[in-house]
């Protein structure tokens, strides 16, 4: 399963555009987005241009997207929301949970955080990917190389679910992939120059992450 994920696209017609290049190019079962595709004043083209792309898309909602953003997906056959659902590709099972409030030194999925890890908690058992906006605390998550920015529920949920991947995004100037645990996490933003990344997900064997 070679999957593409992006994140923090934010709305912009280049980055969108550079994704569909990407996708042409390598080829990847899916495209993944982890959150902050559009901006609170509008999707724009963004969606339209998702949709036409030539692999299913997979997505979540982030703190710069607006809240009645998986109505708008539903009216897309090509972009399925992930916000607590479980989607199978090519057998490789995905579930996520949208939304992040960006609190100071720490993130948060949202307000009532427990309570969506608590939804999440099923899904998760048959999940092998996944799909979070913010990363967990500790782990790819530095904001001006200072200061951790994540998520301390997802981090514990991580390591007592110890799922093989973690997609997510966020810290624009954190891409990267680290361990958690057994997890693999790829925080997969866009940033300013960034292009996401291709992972090679085979089960039992290694999963190999290569930032574009």
């Given at each position: 399963m070679r999957i593409y994920a992006v994140a923090d696209i934010h709305g912009r017609r280049e980055r969108v555009e550079m994704?569909?290049?990407?996708?042409?190019?390598?080829?990847?079962d899916?495209?993944?987005?982890?959150?902050?595709?559009?901006t609170f004043?509008?999707?724009?083209?963004?969606?339209?241009?998702?949709?036409?792309?030539?692999?299913?898309?997979?997505?979540?909602?982030?703190?710069?997207?607006?809240?009645?953003?998986?109505?708008?997906?539903?009216?897309?056959?090509n972009i399925s929301s992930l916000h607590l659902r479980q989607i199978t590709v090519n057998g490789v099972s995905f579930a996520g949970a949208s939304g992040t409030?960006?609190?100071?030194?720490?993130?948060r999925i949202?307000?009532?955080?427990?309570?969506i890890i608590d939804k999440l908690e099923p899904l998760a058992e048959n999940a092998s990917v996944l799909v979070i906006h913010p990363p967990p605390y500790g782990t790819l998550d530095e904001v001006g190389g200072k200061f951790h920015a994540g998520s301390k529920g997802l981090n514990d949920f991580i390591l007592r679910r110890q799922p093989e991947?973690?997609?997510?995004?966020?810290?624009?100037?954190?891409?990267?992939?680290a361990f958690v645990g057994k997890t693999t996490v790829v925080?997969?933003?866009?940033?300013r120059t960034g292009?996401?990344?291709?992972?090679?997900?085979?089960?039992?064997?290694?999963?190999?992450?290569?930032?574009?």
């Open positions: 994704i569909r290049r990407n996708v042409f190019k390598f080829k990847p899916v495209l993944v987005v982890a959150g902050d595709i559009i004043f509008g999707a724009g083209p963004v969606f339209d241009k998702l949709n036409d792309m030539s692999v299913p898309v997979l997505a979540i909602r982030g703190n710069s997207d607006p809240s009645g953003m998986e109505r708008l997906m539903e009216k897309y056959p409030l960006p609190i100071p030194f720490r993130s949202c307000l009532f955080e427990e309570q991947l973690l997609i997510c995004g966020h810290i624009h100037e954190r891409p990267g992939a925080n997969c933003s866009i940033g292009q996401g990344a291709m992972i090679e997900l085979d089960k039992g064997l290694k999963t190999n992450v290569n930032f574009l």
